[in-house]
Structures are given as C-alpha cells and as structure tokens.
C-alpha cells in the first residue's frame, strides 16, 4: 500500500483511530497488563523465600527482589536508597533498536522490532569499590563460571545483567481469553519463562553472593 492509500484511510478512519487509541492505551492495556503482573506475582510468591516486589507494570514498574538482596530498606521512588540494593529482577524490554515500538502490547506479541524480557541485574551502585574496568572483568568471569545460565536461555549483558526472552504469545488466544474475561490462561509464555528463572535463580544468588565477598556493599547512612 502507498503512503497516498495509507493517509487516504487514516484520514477517513481519523474518528475510529482515535477511539481505538483511547481504549488500547486506557482499558486494554490496563487490563491486558494487569493480568500479566498477576501471572508474575502467582509465581514468585511460590520461591522458598521472603521477596520484596512491585507489580504494575501499567506503570512500567514490575520488579521482584530476594529480602536478602537488600541491605537496608529502600523506595523505588527515592533513588538515593537504591543504593543499597545489590541485584533485582525486572520485567523488561530487550530494546537495541533504534525504531521502538508505541505500546507494550506490541512488545508481547510478535514483532519486528522488539520482544519481552526477564531482566537479572546485578546493580553495580549497591557495592563499594567497584571501578568500571574492575566491573567489566568481573561480571565477564562470572558469565564464564556459570555457563547454566546462558544453557537455560538466558542472553549476557557484558554491564552485568542477564536476561531471558519471552516467547510471543498467541494473538487468538488473547482474544479469546480476553472476550471470556480469562487473560490468565492466554499467558503461559510468561509462566513458562519465569519457571525458567526459578531454575537460574540459585545460580544468580551465587553471584550475588560473589560480587558481595569481592566489592562489599554500600553501608546504611545513619543520622
């Protein structure tokens, strides 16, 4: 189709698109995303351990943390305290494109240009001593002991993250499970992805735990 065709429906159909913006970027997406911070939470509140979490990803803010992963409280919207976290998982885009897609809607589903992520941070500022060079090598050594990791799927970030890609998930299956109101069940890839990370997840607190003993952590400021 030309451009010419293209601006001919857009502006017959001008009503209709701005409709449907309204409602894919209110309901749909508030729905849509609400359940997949819903699958998430399901399944990290089954790890043997205390987790500190946010899940709102309406909001760009889907995050879960170990307790143990702290070494004071902290509030994510108060960046000074997240210093003295050491790592967090996220859930994320992949990104490295330059054209991005408008909508994480888009993201979920197969595309051109950009697919969802489990994100592994191991947080550079939440440890003492830790010189970019001294950084680079460390997390390079460590992505070599581990090789499980990139086994499970997982993709190394050379600034010290790892992450697992998200299959696309089915468009009828959404469909239908959102006209019955059942979005849960359209997302297994989610599920699948985040028992996944379940299995790294022991191999991950060994880093943690590595880059702890090597750099220290940043120490609770006191008044």
């Given amino acids: 189709m030309s451009n010419v065709n293209a601006a001919k429906l857009i502006i017959e ?10 409602l894919l970027e209110g309901e749909l997406s508030e729905k849509f995303l609400n359940a997949v911070d819903t699958v998430i939470k399901q399944s990290v509140d089954n790890f043997d351990e205390d987790i500190i979490a946010e899940y709102n990803f309406y909001e760009d803010e889907t995050w879960f943390l170990p307790a143990k992963w702290q070494k004071a409280p902290f509030k994510p919207e108060d960046s000074k305290t997240w ?10 885009n992949e990104g490295g494109n330059d054209d991005v897609n ?17 994100n592994f941070v191991l947080w550079k500022n939440g440890f003492n001593k830790a010189s970019t060079k001294d950084w680079k090598e ?8 581990y090789p499980q990791i990139e086994q499970l799927g997982f993709k190394f970030n ?7 890609p998200i299959a696309s ?31 790294a997840h ?15 952590r940043v120490e609770e400021e006191t008044v």
């Fill in 169 to 199: 998930l089915d468009k009828q299956a959404v469909i239908e499970n959102y006209e019955r109101d059942t979005l849960d069940d359209a997302l297994t890839p989610i599920t699948d992805a985040l028992n996944t990370l379940k299995q």
């Fill in 102 to 118: 408008h909508w994480w809607l888009s993201v979920f589903f197969k595309n051109d240009l950009d697919r969802m992520t489990f």
């Fill in 158 to 164: 050379p600034e010290g993250n790892w992450y697992l």
């Fill in 83 to 92: 210093k003295y976290v050491c790592a967090f998982y996220e859930l994320a």
């Fill in 138 to 145: 460390f997390v390079a050594k460590i992505n070599q002991d």
């Fill in 13 to 22: 159909n001008i009503q209709l698109l701005e409709q449907a913006r309204n």
């Fill in 202 to 216: 022991p191999y991950f607190d060994q880093i943690v735990q590595a880059a702890i003993a090597k750099f220290g």
